[in-house]
């Protein structure tokens, strides 16, 4: 079994940064790629970065490109996502997840075991 603890949410203005964490607990994340998804309030949840097991393949969803960055510290059980130039429509709650397999696209079925998420809310 793999917890996974995510920390860094919070209230930031539009253009704003914020910088989510993802600690691993009960198993290594060096076996496992890594990925953040995000619910909005009504909607479904969506896939927003991966990166997998040495951190050299790493994919986005279009809208967070150029402004998110996914990356790990698998000696420290940890990923990271820096998210910069916020936008009211990154407004979710942001869950990390740890996947067996490297999937495209990654699909919340995919993923093996979850975090309980951290709560993004950028005011316009």
């Known amino acids: 079994q793999v917890q996974l603890v995510e920390s860094g949410g919070g209230l930031v203005q539009a253009g704003g940064s914020l910088r989510l964490s993802c600690a691993a607990s009960?198993?290594?994340?060096?076996?496992?790629?890594m990925d953040w998804f995000r619910q909005a309030p009504g909607k479904e949840r969506e896939f927003v970065a991966q990166?997998?097991?040495?951190?050299?393949?790493?994919y986005y969803t279009d809208s967070v490109k150029g402004r998110f960055t996914i990356s790990r510290d698998n000696a420290k059980n940890t990923v990271y996502l820096q998210m910069n130039s916020l936008k009211a429509e990154d407004t979710a709650v942001y869950y990390c997840?740890?996947?067996?397999?490297?999937?495209?696209?990654?699909?919340?079925?995919?993923?093996?075991?979850w975090g309980k998420g951290t709560l993004v809310t950028v005011a316009s």
């Open positions: 009960g198993r290594t994340l060096s076996n496992y790629v």
């Open positions: 997840a740890a996947a067996r397999y490297y999937t495209l696209p990654p699909r919340t079925q995919d993923m093996a075991y």
């Open positions: 990166i997998n097991v040495s951190g050299g393949a790493i």
